[in-house]
């Protein structure tokens, strides 16, 4: 029994990595839980975003970009709402804002709902959205850009 509880958490800690760095892996509607997982008793930033048609995004990804250029702890996990077919798109996007070596994902569901649905039931598209996580995972919900005053605050307190 408890062998196969150690292989579920191993699997899921493997599905939970991206590939390598500035490449995105594939999020699908498991991928929250394994990236819980993999923070377990940490705080994190969980970031919805889209390279296609979001312009308050990349307001979001500069902040980001400006804190993980200046050397400052970040904790984020980026995820694209894009199909995958926009992969490259998002890896020079994330270049462009200094992410690319941050934990980064792409929806990969042909019924985006259904992702969307296992992040958040009461999230219906809008972006950027964000999930602000603390050490128990209890998480704070943010629609819309984050603002620096309360990005800031927020890694004060974590």
């Not at 039931?121 to 995972?137: K, N, V």
Request: hydrophobic share 45%.
């Amino acid at each position: 029994m408890m062998r196969r509880f150690l292989i579920a958490i191993v699997a899921a800690l493997a599905s939970a990595a991206p590939a390598h760095a500035g490449d995105p892996a594939s999020f699908t509607a498991d991928s929250l839980a394994g990236i819980e997982a993999r923070y377990a008793g940490r705080p994190f930033i969980l970031s919805l975003w889209s390279v296609n048609d979001c312009s308050y995004c990349m307001a979001e990804l500069t902040l980001f970009g400006k804190y993980a250029k200046a050397g400052k702890p970040l904790p984020l996990v980026l995820v694209a709402t894009d199909g995958p077919e926009f992969t490259p798109a998002i890896e020079r996007t994330l270049g462009r804002f200094g992410l690319g070596g941050k934990d980064s994902w792409v929806f990969d569901d042909a019924i985006p709902e259904r992702l969307r649905g296992a992040v958040d039931p009461t999230w219906y598209g809008e972006l950027p959205r964000t999930y602000l996580y603390d050490a128990h995972h209890r998480r704070e919900t943010v629609v819309g850009a984050l603002s620096e005053k309360k990005l800031e605050r927020w890694l004060q307190q974590h």
